[in-house]
């Protein structure tokens, strides 16, 4: 089992827990035990390990990646997408709670998130207070906690803004809690990561090992974090932080970005897919990896799920579980759905591929029924799960936007990314050759994912050679286009085919599933393409979320030369990046200087579903003006609110100092 660090906290957790919750009775003797047990050492790892647990509530699952991604300019809402009220900007305070049709899920990651500070609160309380560790230790694991710490409040000013800070583990209900300025938390945020950096050096830990944080992470999260500063607030626009007041905030963050690329604790793949192959998806072995969320290779058991929440059913006293779309499988199993997210109906049961009422593609999941496919022509039973595992369930959640889809064909010729990003073929397991009735001169490919527009002179070439071999979809026309215009400002995925096709006379396409909501080029980065016969087709995976990695670190570099220095620099240090990304003898460099759009468009090719660009349109004020350029699905009613989110009604309710004045008592966010 990896990392297995991660996976022994459970009783920590739960002990950690009293501070919140049973402490608060009066009659219970419970809160004694907390200080017992943290004076061993395995009660200290156990509960540092559950500082760690909530990571895994964000990254890799469902509802963080709606809050990170939907509603931006890379990706529309899919047929069966469960959080459509993100990319349509409908956000209302309301708790929806156990809701998973259309759930942000904000109420339960604020919940989330504080119980996240809570415990790391209780960590750094009791770490200094431990009688058996030794100093090196101890440093330790303060700069472990304290990474954490700055990392969950990074996420938490980033969605809401002027948020609670607490900085002491809870031990009585506070009612009128104080919402600080957003320059007070980055302040704060950025001095728990230099007191991580300092006690990670004092203690020498500067390798990735376990899961765990280290040296590199704190100083790679400081780039990031002085960066959303920078961008978001001002170049100097900290000033509660007597460290920062007064300097550049670009300046510094292109500093830390420059340290962590010349260390050596990471280095790039020779190829860009090695990045996201299961065979290195482990992020203490993943050479480009600086740190990020891990998830056991048992996925068979409860090992992977989060804690469960700190609120308790009034009527039967037992802790609530969080929204089905941030545990996915429930608390009888975990890990990360990022394999689910971004597939089409692939095997859509459309019957425009086989013929005697069978499909060429059938979605391996029974040994026993499903792992074989019979060629309709020689009858011969042919072995598909080890070829068909790989494209996963197709879950119609996410698909790429016009301008994506756009940006990354654009490179195709010269850049590695686009043929290991976009999934835009699928082909059938080999066998079964010329087996389908519908397409009788298909060899390989079935279907075809075209970024042409159908009635140009190729895409009528495209087509004219597609025909019996496989179906084609087009960007835009034909007859089943995958959007509705070739505008990206207003070109919406098409949610029906033609009912009789113009190429074949016949209804083969006369089906919602073949619609572009549901037949559309996937994103490929995050399926599980290292088949395993005891898990052919799942619905969650052992794969860990790489949350800081070496390419982001040129990235940052890239922005902060732009606003200190020039976009020629800028330009140069992407160029940089882009020749690591270069196809074998092509040149894939950019000319002129670097803007911000350059940036924007970089950062979307390398790091698209990877659960920062809604942060990256926030902090660079481009969110309204970009998702009216290219998501017509959420240009319509986004406005200048929707930079941040709306505090969950649930907490307004339960606050006493509840303000309709922004900055006075506890106010809501303006516009909700």
């Not at 058996?132 to 803004?161: C, I, S």
Request: charged letters at 20%; proline letters at 3%.
């Amino acid at each position: 089992m990896k990392n297995k660090f991660i996976y022994i906290s459970s009783l920590a957790l739960l002990l950690s827990a009293t501070s919140c919750s049973d402490f608060l009775d009066e009659d219970n003797k419970k809160a004694e035990i907390p200080g017992l047990t943290y004076m061993t050492s395995a009660g200290i790892e156990g509960l540092v390990a559950s500082c760690y647990s909530y990571t895994r509530a964000w990254y890799g699952k469902e509802a963080g990646l709606g809050l990170s991604e939907m509603g931006t300019d890379l990706f529309y809402a899919g047929y069966d997408n469960k959080q459509r009220s993100l990319v349509q900007y409908s956000l209302t305070p309301v708790s929806l709670d156990g809701n998973s049709s259309d759930n942000p899920s904000l109420d339960h990651y604020w919940e989330a998130f504080y119980c996240a500070v809570d415990v790391c609160n209780t960590a750094i309380h009791y770490i200094g207070k431990n009688p058996v560790l030794t100093d090196k230790a101890k440093d330790q694991h303060w700069g472990e906690v304290y990474f954490l710490r700055a990392f969950y409040y990074l996420h938490m000013v980033n969605t809401w803004g002027a948020i609670p800070y607490n900085d002491t583990f809870i031990t009585e209900i506070n009612t009128n809690p104080e919402r600080m300025s957003e320059e007070e938390v980055y302040s704060r945020i950025l001095a728990d990561l230099d007191k991580s950096i300092n006690y990670f050096e004092s203690a020498g830990y500067t390798t990735k090992a376990e899961g765990r944080a280290n040296y590199w992470a704190s100083r790679a999260l400081k780039a990031r974090t002085l960066l959303y500063a920078a961008s978001w607030l001002g170049d100097k626009s900290l000033i509660s932080n007597s460290e920062y007041s007064g300097k550049s905030l670009y300046a510094l963050a292109q500093s830390e970005a420059e340290a962590v690329i010349g260390s050596g604790t990471a280095e790039f793949y020779d190829n860009f897919s090695e990045t996201f192959s299961m065979k290195n998806e482990d992020v203490t072995k993943n050479k480009e990896a600086i740190w990020g969320v891990t998830y056991s290779s048992d996925i068979s058991t409860a090992v992977n799920c989060i804690p469960k929440r700190y609120r308790l059913n009034i009527s039967t006293g037992i802790a609530l579980d969080y929204n089905s779309l941030i545990t996915r499988t429930g608390y009888s199993r975990g890990g990360s759905a990022m394999l689910l997210m971004f597939v089409s109906m692939w095997n859509n049961g459309a019957n425009d591929l086989g013929g005697n009422g069978k499909e060429v593609f059938v979605r391996p999941l029974d040994p026993a029924k499903n792992f074989h496919v019979t060629n309709t022509v020689t009858k011969e039973k042919i072995y598909i799960a080890d070829h068909y595992s790989p494209y996963g369930r197709g879950f119609t959640r996410y698909l790429p936007s016009m301008y994506l889809w756009n940006l990354m064909e654009q490179y195709r010729e010269t850049d590695q990314r686009t043929e290991a990003t976009l999934l835009t073929a699928y082909t059938i397991a080999p066998g079964l050759e010329n087996s389908s009735t519908k397409y009788p001169l298909m060899q390989d490919t079935a279907i075809y994912y075209c970024p042409l527009n159908a009635n140009s002179p190729e895409g009528i070439a495209k087509q004219q050679w597609a025909k019996n071999r496989y179906r084609i979809q087009f960007a835009y026309n034909g007859d089943i286009p995958v959007f509705t215009s070739g505008d990206p400002a207003t070109a919406l995925p098409t949610e029906a085919a033609q009912k009789t096709s113009t190429v074949y006379g016949d209804d083969r396409y006369n089906s919602y599933k073949i619609g572009g909501w549901c037949s559309y080029p996937g994103i490929k980065k995050f399926l599980d393409d290292v088949f395993d016969e005891k898990y052919p087709t799942h619905d969650i995976s052992s794969r860990d979320a790489i949350v800081l990695r070496l390419a982001e670190m040129y990235l940052i570099k890239a922005e902060c030369q732009l606003n200190t220095s020039n976009g020629a620099q800028a330009m140069a240090t992407i160029n940089e990046l882009r020749k690591v990304r270069a196809i074998e003898g092509k040149d894939n460099s950019l000319s002129g200087a670097a803007t911000l759009e350059t940036i924007l468009d970089e950062r979307a090719i390398e790091l698209c579903g990877e659960q920062q660009r809604w942060f990256d349109l926030k902090r660079t004020k481009t969110l309204v003006e970009r998702v009216k350029k290219y998501n017509a699905q959420g240009s319509g009613q986004i406005s200048e609110k929707h930079y941040l989110r709306p505090i969950p009604e649930v907490q307004m309710q339960a606050v006493t100092n509840a303000s309709k004045t922004e900055g006075k008592g506890f106010w809501q966010n303006a516009g909700y």
